[in-house]
């Protein structure tokens, strides 16, 4: 079984922190995604990565960075945490080098990030 | 630019009864779609995807979808549902290389 972890499952920061959330897949997977979940919003794509120091913003990138040093690992990075920075974060890898294919996205299990 | 519409935001049902969550997308190109379930305080898990073929995909506990071309819709039904299917659940077109997901549907099923 696919299984993508996260660093915690849950984060209390203060205003002004960098805040550094981890992502792991264990399956060799080439994609990698960051989203953020809000009610009644749904998810909303943050950045994405299909390759080793490769990353493409999403529909709301601004405020956040990523990483991607190694493929298995995927961080999101708050430079200055701000209180509508307050989520759910997901993120989720898919296998294959086209990201216009059709492949399964899976889910860690998320990280609730409150900042005060 | 491609989009996912959740037409109800929460649905109560009762055990055992049958259960339709309604998604409509607009895309001008071959859609692919999806439906992703979310138990409490877990990820997202894959219900059921469509990709071509057959029209009425079959996924996991029991659920089915039926993907409409003509009303651009890709509603969501189980015939009887459990207690343990108590989640929400999300719809999504794969555009762009990326997941475009839906409102979310909160499926509250009672005893």
């Known amino acids: 079984d696919v299984k993508v972890t996260q660093s915690s499952r849950y984060l209390v920061k203060r205003t002004g922190e960098k805040v550094f959330l981890e992502c792991v897949q264990d399956m060799d997977h080439e994609n990698m995604f960051w989203y953020r979940q809000d009610p009644g919003l749904g998810l909303r794509l943050i950045y994405f990565s299909y390759d080793v120091k490769m990353k493409e913003k999403g529909d709301i990138p601004e405020g956040y960075s990523v990483s991607r040093e190694k493929k298995e690992r995927f961080s999101l990075i708050l430079e200055s945490a701000s209180t509508n920075q307050t989520s759910m974060y997901l993120c989720a890898s898919s296998q294959g080098s086209n990201l216009w294919g059709t492949d399964t996205q899976y889910f860690g299990p998320g990280t609730r990030l409150t900042v005060l | 630019a491609q989009s996912v519409t959740q037409l109800d935001s929460q649905v109560p049902v009762f055990e055992e009864a049958p259960v339709e969550l309604r998604c409509n997308y607009s895309?001008?190109?071959?859609?692919?779609l999806f439906w992703y379930v979310q138990y409490p305080n877990q990820g997202l898990q894959l219900l059921l995807k469509y990709l071509s073929g057959s029209t009425l995909v079959k996924g996991i506990n029991g659920f089915e979808a039926e993907f409409n071309k003509s009303q651009t819709s890709f509603h969501l039904r189980k015939p009887s549902v459990h207690i343990s299917d108590t989640a929400e659940y999300f719809c999504a077109v794969k555009g762009g290389g990326k997941l475009i997901f839906g409102q979310g549907t909160e499926l509250s099923v009672k005893p």
């Open positions: 895309s001008s190109v071959s859609v692919y």
